[in-house]
């Protein structure tokens, strides 16, 4: 097992590995930018060091130094928490390269579900279920508009190199395919710096739901059921439950049972997520990330396992702690994400925090780095805080998420917290009708937004 663990990420991730190396005897470093110097990872952690200037691309995104990080406070390894590096494979090669392990999957299973083609080819011949599409790369106007007749209509244009949602377009008709695959191609080309894209069946009412993988990288997998991550805006998670009110427990087996024996026979180590869009009763896969999820609580919290922890065992050569005969459903979780946004604006508003309270009692985790005084840079993602609820039933998570966003305090900045006080008085949240266009429509109809 390792000594030491750097930790190349920021806020309440970075806290979520500090926590977990504490619990394991390991000491754990923090990387900062400056403007991050009182951030509370830095306070918690048992060495910081600073990486780089306010700017993420100069600090959290700077291989260099964090590399230099680790070989001046002997750090044997780096957990890249989720965003920054953590998909990033030749990052995994340079840390290899210096003789450190990397707590996460090898940099061929990074780049393979990394390009968002190779991924789908690869999910076929692993038996996972794919949305019908193009074959690889759409390279022109004329072989798009025939894959549309092909299929039919509506499609959905997609960067290859694509994620959050940016160089994604839908054609409903065939008149709409050339603003489309035009618009598609520039967002990918000016995000990614690749403007390839594909062309996939568009599904008008389905639901996200993704499965949570882990491998030892010895040839054993194994899946933590399901999480819905429907309610979305903009592509953008903003509510997480597990398991999924709409999956049954034929259909978990089943789905579970394809990605755990895709991971293994993979070779995966450590945490995954295999996503899929549901319809009507079938599986058809997205992409799969490479990394520890940001909604990866509802997951510990129906199984009572520290996921953070097993990659940290499975990255130190270690076997998974646990089969799947011995992972059991208990109870029904809950995530909502907190972020220093107004409501319905969706405008980012960094600041000070004058006063916070974090909500407690049975069932009720706050996973956040924020504290009265804290001031809350306009440089990084604006994600403040995940509030996590846990009951014997999804009507027991509800009330109590109800009664702890009520105990939350956060002043000083605005927050997306109203956002989920209103969502509570739809009837369509309580009875878990919604799919991924719902939350949408529903600010469009509540809000203009």
Request: charged fraction near 25%; hydrophobic fraction near 40%; include cysteine.
């Amino acid at each position: 097992m390792f000594d030491k663990i750097l930790i190349a990420n920021r806020g309440e991730i970075a806290l979520r590995v500090i926590r977990a190396c504490r619990e394991m005897g390991i000491k754990s470093v923090a990387v900062h930018s400056t403007a991050d110097a009182d951030a509370m990872h830095v306070r918690m952690a048992d060495e910081a060091i600073c990486v780089g200037p306010n700017a993420g691309t100069d600090s959290y995104l700077n291989m260099a130094s964090i590399i230099a990080a680790c070989e001046v406070t002997g750090a044997q390894a780096i957990h890249p928490g989720y965003g920054f590096l953590s998909e990033n494979a030749r990052f995994v090669e340079i840390v290899e390269d210096h003789g450190l392990t990397f707590i996460g999957p090898s940099a061929a299973d990074i780049s393979t579900m990394g390009d968002k083609i190779t991924a789908k080819d690869t999910a076929k011949k692993l038996g996972i279920p794919v949305v019908p599409g193009s074959e690889g790369g759409v390279p022109d106007l004329a072989a798009a508009k025939k894959i549309g007749e092909d299929f039919g209509y509506p499609v959905i244009v997609k960067a290859t190199a694509g994620g959050g949602g940016r160089g994604m377009k839908v054609a409903l008709t065939a008149d709409d395919m050339e603003e489309a695959f035009g618009t598609a191609r520039s967002e990918a080309k000016a995000a990614f710096g690749n403007d390839e894209v594909y062309i996939e069946k568009y599904l008008t009412t389905p639901r996200h739901i993704e499965i949570q993988v882990f491998g030892d990288g010895q040839g054993n997998g194994v899946h933590l059921g399901e999480r819905d991550c429907s309610l979305q805006r903009r592509h953008q998670k903003v509510f997480e439950e597990a398991p999924g009110p709409c999956i049954t427990p034929e259909e978990r087996a089943y789905i579970g049972k394809v990605c755990a024996d895709a991971v293994a026979e993979m070779g995966y180590r450590g945490a995954g997520t295999v996503e899929f869009l549901y319809e009507n009763g079938e599986f058809y896969f997205i992409e799969m990330n490479t990394r520890l999820q940001v909604e990866h609580p509802v997951t510990e919290s129906i199984f009572g396992v520290d996921l953070v922890r097993e990659q940290i065992r499975v990255a130190a050569g270690m076997p998974l702690s646990f089969t799947q005969d011995d992972l059991e459903i208990n109870g029904h979780s809950i995530e909502v994400r907190i972020n220093a946004e107004t409501f319905p604006g969706f405008a980012p508003r960094p600041g000070k925090i004058s006063h916070y309270h974090a909500p407690g009692g049975l069932g009720v985790r706050m996973d956040s780095a924020l504290y009265d005084g804290y001031s809350i840079p306009p440089y990084y993602d604006s994600l403040i805080g995940k509030l996590i609820v846990h009951g014997r039933d999804r009507p027991e998570a509800l009330a109590r998420l109800h009664r702890a966003l009520g105990e939350l305090i956060v002043d000083g900045v605005e927050t997306t917290v109203p956002l989920f006080h209103a969502l509570l008085e739809e009837a369509d949240i309580h009875s878990g009708d919604y799919n991924i266009h719902w939350l949408e429509k529903w600010l469009d109809a509540n809000y203009g937004a």
